[in-house]
C-alpha cells in the first residue's frame, strides 16, 4: 500500500519578517515541496487613487511619494509630473532635466541598496544588509540637502524642480560615486562569490522568458528572464537619450540573475550620474506654472522605469483643477503574478529566497 | 517538473570539492569583514552626539518672530491652508482689510505631512521649517501646535550645530 | 491507600490582597519595594525588544534606526521577530482596517507589560490618509493603547530613538511591582 500524504495549508505572513511588508501567502506544501502559492493582498490598500482625485495636482506630488512604492519617492513624482507636463504641454528647462535624471538615479541606487540588505537578510547575510545601510546613509544626506526630505522628498515640480542644487552638492554626489564604486566589490566579496549564497540563488525559482512576458513582469525580473526591454530606452524621458548605459540582461531567470542584474544596474546608474554630472548646464530650473494648475480636457499615459520595473500613470482631465481619473500601473502587483509560477514546485526554504528576489513593495502592490 | 523538484542535488561536484569552496568563501568573507572592523565607525551615538540637520531638513513648522515688528509675518491670505494637502492648518481671523488680526492659527503636526507646500506658498516667509525633529509625546492632543507654540518653536539660533558635538 | 493531595487555591496560600498592606506597614517596607521596583525597572528600560512590524514607509526608516549608522542595539534595543518575545510593539506606517484586526491580535499575543510606540503621522491619526479615504485607519489608538507618538513623515531615526528615550523615562517611573501585586490580588479574590 502506497503511503499517502496529505496537503498542508501552510499560511505566511502578514507579520512575517520576511514578507517585505504586510503580504500573506498562503502556501499549499505537500511534504517539503510548494504545490501553490496565493498571494493575499490589500493589507496596505490605501485607496490612493480615490484620493488623487480629490486633491489639486500640486497636492497630488505630496501624494504619489506615499501612496504608491515608497521605496523610490522620486520615481513616483517623475511618473506623475510626466503625465501633466505632457497633457499640458508645458516646458521643463534643461537644468531641471539634468537633475530630475540625477536624481532619480540616485534613487534607484538606494532603492536597490534597500532590496540587497533585505534580501542579505532573507538568506541570513547580516552583515550585507549593515553595509548596505551604511552606503544608503550617504545617499539619504544627499537627498537632504537637496531636497529636504530623507525618504519623501517633494521636490519635482510641474515644470522643474523646487530648487536649485545646493551649494558644493555636484562635488559631493561626484565624491559619492567614488565612494560606491570603491564598494561594490566589496558585495562581490560578501554574496557574489559566496558558496552558500550560490547554493540558495543559483538555478532556484526560474521564470521562463514566455512566462515572464506572459504574467506582465517588467523591470530586473524581466530582465534576467532575457526580455531586454528598458523604458529608458524603449521610450526615452528626461535626458536618457542623450547619455551612455546599457541595460543588463541576464537568460537564466533564477534568483541569482536577479540578483545580478540589480547589482550591474547600480554600476550602470553611476555612469548616468557621472555624464549628467559632467554635462550639467546652467540656466533655470523651474518654468512659471500656476499653483492651481487647470490641466486642458484630455488623457495621457506617461512611463517610466522605476527601480522595480515599468512603471505608468493615466490620466483624465476634464479641465478642472483636479484630475478626474488616475490609473497607476503598479510594477510590484504585477510582478507579483509571476510569484506562483515562480515558487512551484520548490521547497518550501525556497520560498523566501524566491519572495526576495522579486523585491516587491506592498505599497506599490496595493496602492 | 521533476527536475524542478530536486533542485538542491549536485551530481557534477562532489562533496569534498564542495567543503572546500565553502570554507574559501567563508575565508573571504570573513576577510573583508575584518578589514571593515579598522575602518572609520559610522555610528552616531545619538542623544550624546547628533548630526547636522541640512538647512532645508523638513522638519517642524514654525512662525518666526520678526524683530521690527515684534510679531510674525503672517499676513492672513490662508495660501498655507488652501495648499495642504492634509489639510492640517486652520486660520482663523477677526477684523477687515489692514486691521485684521490673527485668532487661530492651528497646525495638527500629527496630521501634517511635511511635504513644505505651505513653505513654499507664502509670500512672506512667515511660516517656516525648523531644523528640529525631537517631538514625541504621551498625549497626542499636545501635537495640536497653536499659536503661541508655533511662535516658541522658531528657533533664536540653530538648533543642529556640528556634525559630532559632545553634550556638555 | 494513598490520601489524595489536597487542593487549596492559590489565595489562601499567598494572600495577596493582603499582601500590600502588609508591605506597607512594616518599617520600611515600602521604600524597599519602591527600590526593588526602581531595579527592576532600570532593568526593563535598558532592555526593550521591540517586535519587528513594519507597514508602511515608517518601517524603512525604522531599518535605518536598526542599521548601522543609529545603531539602536546600543541601548538594548533588539529586534525580535515573534510577538511571545517582545516588550514593545513599533506601528510603523498606515494601518489599513484590514491589518488591524491584526495588529490588535499582535498586541494580545505580546505579554505583560506591553508598550506601543505610534511611528509617524499615519500611525498616529491616519496623516495624510485622514481625508477622501475608505480604507485607512483614522489612528492606531482605536485599536491598541498607544504610549509614546513619536510625528514625522516618515520620522528621522533620530526622532524614533528620541521616542524610544522618552518609553524609557515611562518605564523607570512605572509602580510595576505595586500594580502586578494588586492585579493579581484582584483576580486571587475574583477566582
Not at chain 2, 134 to 160: G, Q, V
Amino acid at each position: 500500500m502506497a503511503l499517502r500524504t496529505e496537503e498542508l495549508m501552510l499560511n505566511m505572513g502578514p507579520q512575517h519578517p520576511s514578507t517585505h511588508g504586510v503580504l500573506r501567502m498562503v502556501v499549499t506544501l505537500d511534504g517539503e515541496n510548494v504545490v501553490d502559492v496565493q498571494p493575499d493582498i490589500g493589507y496596505l490598500h490605501s485607496s490612493v487613487e480615490k484620493m488623487m482625485e480629490n486633491r489639486t495636482y500640486l497636492q497630488n506630488i505630496a501624494l504619489v511619494d506615499r501612496g504608491m512604492d515608497y521605496l523610490s519617492a522620486m520615481a513616483n513624482e517623475e511618473v506623475w509630473v510626466l503625465a501633466c507636463e505632457r497633457l499640458g504641454k508645458i516646458e521643463v528647462p534643461e537644468r531641471a532635466r539634468y537633475i530630475r535624471t540625477i536624481m532619480l538615479e540616485l534613487q534607484r541606487i538606494s532603492s536597490h541598496l534597500i532590496w540587497l540588505g533585505t534580501f542579505g537578510i532573507d538568506l541570513g547575510a547580516f552583515t550585507a544588509f549593515l553595509w548596505a545601510m551604511r552606503e544608503r546613509e550617504r545617499i539619504m544626506d544627499l537627498f537632504e540637502s537637496a531636497t529636504g526630505g530623507r525618504l519623501h522628498h517633494v521636490y519635482f515640480r510641474i515644470g522643474g524642480v523646487f530648487e536649485d542644487l545646493p551649494e558644493g552638492w555636484t562635488d559631493r554626489c561626484e565624491e559619492f560615486c567614488d565612494y560606491f564604486l570603491d564598494r561594490l566589490p566589496e558585495y562581490d566579496e560578501l554574496l557574489t562569490g559566496n558558496p552558500i549564497f550560490l547554493a540558495r540563488t543559483q538555478g532556484v525559482g526560474v521564470l521562463p522568458l514566455d512566462t515572464a512576458i506572459a504574467m506582465g513582469a517588467s523591470g530586473p525580473v524581466a530582465r534576467a528572464s532575457g526580455l531586454a526591454y528598458d523604458v529608458r530606452k524603449a521610450h526615452p524621458y528626461e535626458v536618457y537619450e542623450r547619455v551612455e548605459f546599457d541595460i543588463p540582461v541576464r537568460s537564466e531567470g533564477d534568483c541569482y540573475a536577479r540578483y545580478l542584474v540589480r547589482l550591474e544596474e547600480m554600476r550602470q546608474s553611476v555612469r548616468i550620474i557621472r555624464q549628467c554630472l559632467e554635462r550639467l548646464p546652467a540656466g533655470e530650473i523651474r518654468s512659471k506654472v500656476a499653483v492651481t494648475l487647470r490641466l486642458p480636457k484630455g488623457e495621457v499615459y506617461a512611463r517610466t522605469e522605476s527601480p522595480r520595473g515599468d512603471l505608468g500613470i493615466y490620466l483624465v482631465s476634464d479641465g478642472a483643477d483636479r484630475p478626474y481619473r488616475v490609473k497607476i500601473r503598479a510594477p510590484a502587483f504585477s510582478n507579483l503574478y509571476a510569484l506562483t509560477e515562480m515558487m512551484r514546485g520548490w521547497k518550501v526554504a525556497d520560498v523566501i529566497a524566491i519572495l526576495g528576489s522579486i523585491d516587491i513593495v506592498l505599497s506599490d502592490v496595493d496602492r | 517538473m521533476s527536475a524542478q523538484m530536486m533542485p538542491h542535488s549536485d551530481g557534477r561536484r562532489s562533496r569534498m570539492v564542495r567543503i572546500v569552496a565553502g570554507m574559501v568563501g567563508l575565508v573571504v568573507g570573513l576577510k573583508s569583514t575584518l578589514r571593515a572592523m579598522f575602518e572609520p565607525k559610522v555610528t552616531v551615538s545619538y542623544p550624546l552626539q547628533k548630526l547636522n540637520v541640512s538647512p532645508r531638513w523638513h522638519g517642524l513648522l514654525a512662525l518666526p518672530i520678526d524683530p521690527e515688528t515684534d510679531n510674525d509675518k503672517c499676513i492672513i491670505c490662508f495660501q498655507c491652508e488652501r495648499v495642504c494637502p492634509d489639510r492640517c492648518i486652520h486660520i482663523e481671523a477677526t477684523g477687515k482689510a489692514k486691521d485684521r488680526l490673527l485668532t487661530r492659527f492651528d497646525i495638527e503636526m500629527d496630521k501634517c505631512c511635511y511635504c513644505g507646500l505651505c513653505v513654499e506658498v507664502c509670500p512672506t516667509e512667515a511660516i517656516v521649517f525648523v531644523p528640529h525633529y525631537e517631538a514625541s509625546t504621551y498625549n497626542r492632543a499636545n501635537l495640536l501646535y497653536d499659536l503661541d507654540d508655533l511662535h516658541r518653536a522658531a528657533p533664536k539660533e540653530p538648533i543642529a550645530t556640528g556634525v559630532v558635538k559632545v553634550r556638555q | 491507600m494513598p490520601t489524595e493531595p489536597q487542593y487549596v487555591p492559590r489565595s489562601q496560600v499567598l494572600p495577596l490582597d493582603k499582601a500590600l498592606e502588609v508591605i506597607d506597614a512594616l518599617p520600611g517596607g515600602g521604600v524597599i519595594l519602591t527600590k526593588v521596583e526602581e531595579v527592576l525597572n532600570w532593568g526593563r528600560a535598558a532592555s526593550i525588544w521591540p517586535l519587528t512590524f513594519g507597514l508602511a514607509c515608517c518601517a524603512i526608516e525604522m531599518m535605518q534606526a536598526y542599521a548601522t549608522r543609529f545603531d539602536m542595539d546600543r541601548m538594548g534595543i533588539i529586534p525580535r521577530a515573534t510577538p511571545r518575545q517582545a516588550d514593545c510593539i513599533i506601528v510603523a506606517g498606515r494601518a489599513t482596517i484590514k491589518i488591524a484586526p491584526i495588529v490588535r491580535r499582535l498586541w494580545e499575543q505580546m505579554p505583560e507589560p506591553k508598550y506601543v510606540i505610534s511611528m509617524g503621522s499615519c500611525a498616529t491619526c491616519g496623516g495624510p490618509f485622514y481625508y477622501d479615504n475608505y480604507s485607512i485607519l483614522k489612528g492606531i489608538d482605536q485599536v491598541i493603547p498607544v504610549d509614546v507618538y513619536v510625528p514625522g513623515c516618515p520620522p528621522r531615526p533620530e526622532a524614533l530613538i528620541e521616542g524610544f528615550l522618552k518609553l524609557q523615562d515611562k518605564i523607570k517611573k512605572e509602580p510595576f511591582l505595586r500594580r502586578r501585586i494588586a492585579r493579581a490580588a484582584a483576580a486571587a479574590t475574583q477566582a
